[in-house]
């Protein structure tokens, strides 16, 4: 299942793409990562996925990888008579924290912290942006607004505040405990929704205590200002374009994510751009042109991954939606233009042992045409630093730790093999000629060259680069 691309796929699993079949076709179209919508997904459902995709897994002997999508904290109205009342621009409207059902000038709203943290001038975006309000007054149990963009507000409909911190925890109740049975069913990564703060992230480390690794999904104007302090903690970054788009004008978004790509890839930490990449396919078998170059413009940029959301989850043309991806992507990268800007993009390594041989081996490999780089990894952290290097020559990574696999499946350029761990350093020289051969990234009498950290089985101890001749069974090192 040697993927002709460097980029990775992720899709959404939902009613659409729920049976064993279909997991299977979309794993076979090009999906490298399962994402779990826990939003939608009961805690039965969610380790019946995983059962699932940890079975076709053993089918294919190849990682793959299982993201769990928090839902957040939801601020929501309360509940109006007849469940909806109209507002008009320019009128005030007030909410309190009356229990009673709301009309057409007031409602409750039952988020404490809200009335703590709101001031005069803060804006409130009702329903995902469709209604606009700015706060005249705020007091402890009182909030004047002034209707901006009016309309249709219904009971329950969500609240944002993009120029507010809202003193919130990152983890609500139902995100612990759907924390909790993810871990359980061993899951790779867990992403994080409405994160406002590095604090966030940390909460969250210290319930998952490496048993998964945490992504940041940045969706909010207060997660923005502070991206690189989140960036610090967290293990991977997800734009989140659709919230963002919410909270802040829809023309700084194609900014930001290229601010956050960049900054993943100076950290040499995987980022997804996310939602709305294939929209028009959930109910057509082709996208539209702008949807296309929406796609390449993120792999251009070196994204590690792109996400499909409905598109795959609920869609009509779920198979369809990932073949598409996977099609964009081999494209785009056979672009002769893609190298070139994966190269404006190139940071300079970090002060570290594992970046200067990360940094080496790319140099290495590309000025004497080498057919692969070969990186011996226990934790996956080598074949990070080689893959934030972004080299011409493929990457293939060999982990005895099948854990370290699944979450190098979101790496970008990383074909990731497991295997038990070489006994010395000719055992680890032949293996990794005899698996860049089988493997068909080298042919014989071609060289790779090998990444490893000595002592062997050591996490962190990148400290070794050798290369080698690529025969039909056996390596002769050179």
């Known amino acids: 299942m040697r993927r002709q691309r460097r980029t990775k796929v992720v899709a959404t699993l939902g009613p659409a793409s729920s049976s064993r079949d279909v997991i299977a076709r979309l794993f076979a179209a090009g999906a490298d990562v399962f994402r779990i919508n826990m939003s939608h997904t009961t805690h039965q459902r969610m380790r ?3 059962e699932t995709i940890r ?52 409602v409750n709203l039952p988020h404490p912290e809200i009335f703590a943290a709101v001031k005069p001038g803060d804006a409130l975006l009702i329903d995902d942006g469709k209604l606009r309000l700015t706060v005249t007054q705020a007091e402890p149990q009182r909030i004047v607004t002034r209707v901006v963009v009016g309309g249709k507000i219904s009971s329950r409909k969500g609240v944002s505040l993009p120029h507010t911190v809202v003193p919130v925890a ?122 296309v170059s929406d796609v390449a413009t993120a792999i251009f940029d070196g994204a590690d991954a792109v996400m499909l959301s409905a598109e795959s989850a609920s869609g009509q043309y779920p198979i369809e939606a990932v073949a598409t991806m996977n099609r964009i992507a081999e494209e785009v990268e056979n672009e002769t233009l893609y190298p070139p800007a994966l190269h404006v993009l190139h940071t300079e390594p970090q002060a570290t042992g594992a970046d200067a041989i990360a940094a080496a081996a790319r ?75 089988r493997d068909r990234f ?4 071609q060289r790779v060259i090998i990444v490893a950290g000595v002592p062997l089985g050591t996490p962190g101890a990148t400290n070794m680069i050798r290369v080698a001749f690529v025969g039909d069974q056996s390596a002769a090192e050179v």
């Open 363 to 437: 140099q290495v490999a590309e000025t004497l045409d080498l057919a692969a780089i070969v990186c011996w990894t226990f934790s996956g952290a080598t074949a990070l630093r080689v893959s934030r290097e972004r080299p011409k020559p493929p990457i293939v990574a060999i982990s005895p730790m099948l854990a370290a696999g699944r979450k190098l499946s979101l790496v970008w350029g990383v074909h990731c093999v497991i295997a038990e761990d070489a006994r010395d350093q000719d055992d680890m020289v032949e293996r990794a000629c005899q698996t860049a051969f």
């Open 170 to 291: 990152a983890l609500a109740s139902k995100d612990l405990a759907d924390l909790e049975a993810a871990l359980e069913a061993g899951i790779d990564w867990v992403a994080l929704s409405f994160i406002q703060r590095p604090e966030d992230i940390a909460e969250a480390k210290k319930i998952t205590r490496g048993r998964a690794a945490v992504m940041a999904k940045i969706e909010k104007p207060q997660a923005v200002a502070r991206l690189n302090d989140i960036l610090d903690l967290a293990d991977a970054l997800m734009v989140a374009r659709g919230d963002l788009g919410v909270e802040m004008p829809l023309e700084k978004v194609p900014g930001v994510q290229k601010e956050m790509t960049r900054a993943c890839r100076r950290a040499g930490k995987p980022v997804i751009v996310a939602t709305q990449m294939l929209e028009s396919m959930i109910t057509s078998p082709v996208p539209t042109r702008a949807e």
């Open 48 to 50: 019946e996925l995983v």
């Open 55 to 106: 079975s076709l897994e053993a089918e294919c002997n190849r990682p793959i990888g299982i993201l769990v999508d928090l839902q957040g904290p939801k601020l929501r109205l309360g509940g109006f008579k007849n469940d909806a009342a109209t507002i008009d621009g320019g009128q005030d409207f007030v909410l309190d924290t009356d229990p009673a059902p709301g009309d057409a000038t007031r």
């Open 442 to 445: 080298a042919k014989a009498g």
